[in-house]
Structures are given as structure tokens and as C-alpha cells.
């Protein structure tokens, strides 16, 4: 069983920049492929980055891409979303899930996730 925590969110104007962070419980997050989701009111769910166990292993929503950067360290069992040149578009409750792998490689549906953190709100104000 795993349990995710986020933190970061918060009220930022556009052009500016949030670093979120995902802690997760357990020894065993380095076998984890990590990813962060977002949904936007009345929207559904989608995806935004993911990261396998190398940190080479990355990929991202073509929205983020350039702008967001995802990271983790596995020594402290967290997984870490750096946002900058934040839009208004980027207003979304912010998600992180982990999924089992065994081999490295990213998880990009989200279905496939097994775990889920109770989500951290993000505005970007105009």
C-alpha cells in the first residue's frame, strides 16, 4: 500500500512559478513510476508529467512541456513538479499517483495508476 501527499498549491499570478511535491509512504518508492494529473473544474482528469524510476525517464503533456519540469528523490520518497511561466489554463486541483513497475519506463494513462493523493489546489490569477 502506498500513500501520496501533496503540497505546493496555492495562488500565484500568471508568469510566475509553484514547485509541487508528492511525499510517499514506504520503502518501496523507488519501484514506483510517478506521474501528476490535474482537473480543472467541470473538466476531466489529465495528464501532465510523468517520471519512471531513472530521472531520464520523463514526458510530458505538450500544455507543460518547456514550462514544467517533473523530478523525484528517491531518498526522500518524493516526486517533485516545478512549474514556471504559469497561465490562467494551469488553474486545476493538482494530482499525484504512482503505479508499481518493473521495468523503467512512464506511466502516461491514467487508469493504469493504482494510487492517488488527495490533490492540491493551484490558481493562477490574470
Known amino acids: 500500500q502506498v500513500q501520496l501527499v501533496e503540497s505546493g498549491g496555492g495562488l500565484v499570478q500568471a508568469g510566475g512559478s509553484l514547485r509541487l511535491s508528492c511525499a510517499a509512504s514506504g520503502r518501496t518508492f523507488s519501484s514506483l513510476a510517478m506521474g501528476w494529473f490535474r482537473q480543472a473544474p467541470g473538466k476531466e482528469r489529465e495528464f501532465v508529467a510523468a517520471?519512471?524510476?531513472?530521472?531520464?525517464?520523463?514526458y510530458y503533456a505538450d500544455s507543460v512541456k518547456g514550462r514544467f519540469t517533473i523530478s523525484r528523490d528517491n531518498a526522500k520518497n518524493t516526486v517533485y513538479l516545478q512549474m514556471n511561466s504559469l497561465k490562467p489554463e494551469d488553474t486545476a486541483v493538482y494530482y499525484c499517483?504512482?503505479?508499481?513497475?518493473?521495468?523503467?519506463?512512464?506511466?502516461?494513462?491514467?487508469?493504469?495508476?493504482?494510487?492517488w493523493g488527495q490533490g492540491t489546489q493551484v490558481t493562477v490569477s490574470s
Open positions: 517520471i519512471g524510476w531513472s530521472r531520464r525517464s520523463t
Open positions: 499517483a504512482a503505479d508499481f513497475i518493473f521495468y523503467d519506463h512512464v506511466v502516461v494513462n491514467r487508469d493504469e495508476y493504482d494510487y
